[in-house]
């Protein structure tokens, strides 16, 4: 019989002990730093946001069992027909809609708090397969993971007479400036306290990894909501659950801390990586684009238009310009015509419009 566990109130009695994790430490902080300061140079971070987010919103969805890819949501968002059962293109859209909320929301003034974590999850299961697990309403009831009932659950947690009581120092623990902790270390504790203590009857893996990208957004790390951990959660995904497990049993937050630290390292420096390639790629598509004489003008407002709508009807796009050829679109199994939708690509899709010569926009979906 697997007992609900009640963790006890953050920070760790004994306290972290970080003499072994500094360089660890240093090495993430150094990459974020770098990943922030990169969103100086981008002429607009708008579009480097808009790529990223749905790139998150996909990974953190497909962590949890939905099959949409980033064709499949772009498709969605201009209201076309995906490839894949709407529900599931759906919960991906969501998640991008509560990102941006509970982004809002900080940078409006309102702080980290269990108000705002049900107002997120309002969002995030609103439509789609969450509509009817009471969105924005902690659970009632007893929960578990793993396995068909408690009794023979992986992991049980609190039960709701004890939740209430969790949250609260939860909440405390948030709002709490006297521990002194490193904002990169409270990250690594508030996701495995949010996680264990699993408040909802639905969406609490998503939510769990968006707190980490709003703690860091709320406590002035990031100026942009540019670093997003569930493509390093789902490569490493069984040493993940397993660290997640024995910080619970054997209270190893050291392990967890350095396992957080690598991947916030990593994910960091992959995220600034792309910022500096897709500058490269913007300014090499700019630079065939002025040799077109005349058509240049218009071609180079219709090539901005599509970096921040990589798929697109004619009729938008030809409001950004006076000359627009007519649309072609690479032949994909995503199409809504195509005998394989059942079969999407996992590694590569391109989605664009033609201007003369070239293609002005693309997107390139990388599946881990």
Known sequence: MVRAFVPPPLPPDPLVD??????????????????????????????????????????????????????????????????????????????????????????GGFPLSLRLVREIHVILLRGGRGANKTPGEFRRSQNWIGGS????????????????????????????????????VEAGL????????????????????????????????????????????????????????????????????????????????????????ILHLFEADRKKIRTMGRKAASSLAVHEYLQAHPLTKIGPAANTSNYLSPPSRVPSKHSPNSKSRKNPPANVETVCLRIPGIYASWVKEQSP
């Open 18 to 107: 970080l003499s072994g994790l500094y360089q660890h430490l240093d090495r993430a902080n150094q990459a974020l730093g770098r990943l922030d300061g990169l969103t100086t140079l981008l002429p607009d971070t708008r579009l480097f946001l808009y790529l990223y987010v749905r790139k998150e919103a996909l990974l953190s969805s497909q962590i949890e069992g939905t099959k949409s890819s980033f064709s499949d949501l772009l498709l969605f968002e201009n209201e076309a027909v995906p490839g894949v059962p709407i529900d599931d293109v759906e919960e991906v859209s969501n998640y991008v809609a509560a990102m941006q909320h509970g982004l809002r929301r900080i940078k």
């Open 149 to 184: 009932r408690p009794g023979n659950a992986a992991f049980v947690p609190p039960p709701p007479e004890r939740m209430m009581e969790c949250l609260d120092r939860f909440e405390h623990f948030l709002h709490d400036e006297k521990h002194k902790l490193p904002t990169l």
């Open 190 to 277: 508030i996701h495995v306290q949010f996680e264990t203590i699993h408040p909802f009857p639905d969406g609490n893996g998503r939510l769990g990894r968006l707190l980490i990208t709003l703690l860091l957004c709320a406590k002035g790390i990031l100026r942009e909501p540019l670093l997003y951990l569930s493509l390093y959660f789902k490569t490493h995904r069984q040493r993940y659950y397993d660290l997640l497990q024995r910080v619970r049993t054997e209270g190893i937050w050291e392990e967890w801390i350095e396992f957080f630290l690598e991947g916030t390292e990593a994910t960091a420096r992959q995220a600034a990586d792309a910022a500096v390639q």
